[in-house]
Nanobody, 126 residues
C-alpha cells in the first residue's frame, strides 16, 4: 500500500499545519491509519491513530492540539496540528495497517503498521 505524506514545512510557534497522507488502492475505509513522528536523535513516537468506525486515539503530548480526520472517498487521512511548539519539530510519518490486525494495546507500536509513507518534515521555530 503506497502512502504519500505531505504538508510539512516551517511554522512559527503557536501556528498550525495540516498534514495529509494519501493511500493508493485497497479498501481505505477499513485501514487502521496512524501518524508517528521522529525528532532528531530520538526514536519514532506515536502521535495518533484513526481506526475504522471513527475511533481516534492520541498521544498525551498532542491531545487537545492535534486532530486526526480522514476522507475515505479520497483515501486520505489528515493530521491537523494547532498550537505548535518547537518540541513538535520532527519528521512526521503516516502508517497503515490495511488488514486491521493491530490490537488496541499495540496501537502505539510502530511495528504494528505494515506500510509507511516517506515522511514530511515539520519545523517549528521559536
Amino acid at each position: 500500500v503506497p502512502l504519500q505524506a505531505y504538508g510539512g514545512g516551517l511554522v512559527q510557534a503557536g501556528g498550525s499545519l495540516r498534514l495529509s497522507c494519501e493511500a493508493s488502492g485497497g479498501t481505505f475505509g477499513n485501514y487502521r491509519m496512524a501518524w508517528f513522528r521522529q525528532a532528531p536523535g530520538k526514536e519514532r513516537a506515536f502521535v495518533g491513530a484513526s481506526w475504522s468506525g471513527g475511533r481516534l486515539y492520541y498521544a498525551d503530548s498532542v491531545k487537545g492540539r492535534f486532530t486526526i480526520s480522514r476522507d475515505n472517498a479520497k483515501n486520505t487521512v489528515y493530521l491537523q496540528m494547532n498550537s505548535l511548539t518547537p518540541e513538535d519539530t520532527a519528521v512526521y510519518f503516516c502508517a497503515a495497517d490495511p488488514l486491521g490486525r493491530t490490537i488496541l494495546s499495540q496501537l502505539r507500536a510502530a511495528r504494528s503498521y505494515d506500510y509507511w509513507g516517506q515522511g514530511t518534515l515539520v519545523t517549528v521555530s521559536c
